[in-house]
């Protein structure tokens, strides 16, 4: 297991967990890459998507409510994410498996093999590159042989977006989000095994330019 036990907060801190949602809907054009995300997965009936790090649950809710006949499992390691994913949830009339872990256990929390399609969103910026390699890992382990995965995240920052991400680096840790804003997302995902990456889509926003990925598995 790679050193995830100190995990970064959906805000960088514990205090604005209950702000998550509404900094998001502000900050990152959610609205935008959320439904890019959505269209890109394309869900299925019968299908099993697994969201790792599901934060408070919005992208997960969403594609249950999109495809009711596909099975989704949220999986994250903070606790008090996962209770407002729960309430929401609810709110919404949809059922969702979800499961509180580290993203480079889910393969454990899952089983190896078996995810239609893997998807994260928002996640790996604000994690150590040691744990990023190990989520992506963990991601293709979950996965089976040619199944979807999708990653929606900041990337490569250029210009006036560069400038825009340092609100993002002052909250998730400079050393940690650096390593995506200089563009080596996509080199580290072909490392760990995810082939064919493709960046479908790049959006612009007050707080840097959020990347969609899509990629296979194997």
Same mark, same amino acid.
């Given at each position: 297991?790679?050193?995830?036990?100190?995990?970064?907060?959906?805000?960088? $801190?514990? @205090?604005?967990?209950?702000?998550?949602?509404?900094?998001?809907?502000?900050?990152?054009?959610?609205?935008?890459? !959320?439904?890019?995300? &959505?269209?890109?997965?394309?869900? !299925?009936?019968? @299908? &099993?998507?697994?969201? /790792?790090?599901?934060?408070?649950?919005?992208?997960?809710?969403?594609?249950?409510?999109? $495809?009711?006949?596909?099975?989704?499992?949220? /999986?994250?390691?903070?606790?008090?994410?996962?209770?407002?994913?729960?309430?929401?949830?609810?709110?919404?009339?949809? @059922? /969702?498996?979800?499961?509180?872990?580290?993203?480079?256990?889910?393969?454990?929390?899952?089983?190896? %093999? =078996?995810?239609?399609?893997?998807?994260?969103?928002?996640?790996?910026?604000?994690?150590?590159? =040691? =744990?990023?390699?190990?989520?992506?890992?963990?991601?293709?382990?979950?996965?089976?042989?040619?199944?979807?995965?999708?990653?929606?995240?900041?990337?490569?920052?250029?210009?006036?977006?560069?400038?825009?991400?340092?609100? =993002?680096?002052?909250?998730?840790?400079?050393?940690?989000? @650096?390593?995506?804003?200089? %563009?080596?997302?996509?080199?580290?995902? !072909?490392?760990?095994?995810?082939?064919?990456?493709?960046?479908?889509?790049?959006?612009?926003?007050?707080?840097?330019? /959020?990347? &969609?990925?899509?990629?296979?598995? %194997?």
């Amino acid at each position: 297991m790679t050193p995830q036990a100190q995990y970064v907060p959906a805000l960088g $801190r514990p @205090e604005l967990t209950g702000l998550y949602d509404l900094v998001l809907s502000l900050v990152s054009r959610e609205r935008r890459w !959320r439904a890019a995300l &959505l269209s890109a997965l394309d869900p !299925r009936d019968g @299908e &099993l998507i697994v969201d /790792i790090g599901c934060g408070t649950g919005s992208q997960a809710i969403a594609i249950k409510k999109a $495809r009711p006949g596909a099975r989704v499992i949220g /999986i994250d390691p903070d606790p008090a994410v996962l209770a407002i994913a729960r309430a929401k949830a609810q709110r919404a009339g949809v @059922e /969702i498996d979800w499961r509180q872990g580290l993203g480079d256990q889910a393969d454990a929390l899952v089983g190896a %093999g =078996v995810a239609d399609a893997v998807i994260s969103s928002l996640v790996l910026h604000q994690c150590d590159v =040691v =744990v990023k390699d190990a989520i992506l890992r963990a991601m293709s382990r979950t996965a089976r042989p040619g199944a979807r995965v999708l990653i929606a995240d900041y990337s490569r920052q250029r210009g006036l977006m560069r400038l825009l991400f340092r609100m =993002v680096q002052a909250f998730d840790g400079f050393e940690r989000t @650096e390593f995506n804003a200089v %563009g080596s997302l996509p080199g580290l995902m !072909r490392t760990c095994g995810l082939t064919a990456v493709t960046e479908l889509d790049r959006i612009a926003t007050p707080t840097g330019s /959020i990347s &969609l990925y899509a990629t296979r598995n %194997g």
